[in-house]
């Protein structure tokens, strides 16, 4: 496995752990899950909080979401797959950026 592939699986890793961390925390602390229905209550400060929230939870939403269509809803494989190919892409991303922060403020190294 080169350098790059193992650096990205585990950008990959980072932004899954982060998004279930954050939405699981946000569920411990109002009773309701997490969704991007945040950002439907209208003009509020607490509807511009949930936007950064919401960038780096939305991969375990999506996922979330997703799994929970499938059973309930026996959605087709191709859009299952489209979601999780999008959550993983998505997680890549929250996960590069959350690892150069942690680099750029020289908390590893």
């Given at each position: 496995?080169?350098?790059e592939?193992?650096?990205t699986?585990f950008?990959?890793?980072?932004?899954?752990?982060?998004?279930?961390?954050?939405?699981?925390?946000?569920?411990?602390?109002?009773?309701?899950?997490?969704?991007?229905?945040?950002?439907?209550?209208?003009?509020?400060?607490k509807?511009?909080?949930?936007?950064?929230?919401?960038?780096f939870?939305?991969?375990?939403?999506?996922?979330?979401?997703?799994?929970?269509?499938?059973?309930?809803?026996?959605?087709?494989?191709?859009?299952?797959?489209?979601a999780?190919?999008?959550?993983?892409?998505?997680?890549?991303?929250?996960?590069?950026?959350?690892?150069?922060?942690?680099?750029?403020?020289?908390?590893?190294?």
């Amino acid at each position: 496995m080169t350098p790059e592939a193992l650096n990205t699986f585990f950008s990959i890793c980072i932004g899954f752990a982060l998004a279930g961390a954050l939405a699981n925390g946000y569920q411990a602390l109002s009773q309701r899950p997490a969704g991007f229905g945040l950002l439907q209550e209208g003009v509020a400060p607490k509807t511009f909080a949930a936007v950064p929230f919401l960038v780096f939870a939305a991969p375990f939403i999506i996922m979330r979401n997703t799994l929970r269509g499938m059973r309930l809803e026996s959605r087709r494989f191709e859009f299952v797959m489209m979601a999780t190919v999008i959550a993983c892409f998505w997680s890549m991303m929250s996960g590069t950026f959350f690892l150069m922060t942690l680099r750029a403020t020289g908390v590893i190294g």
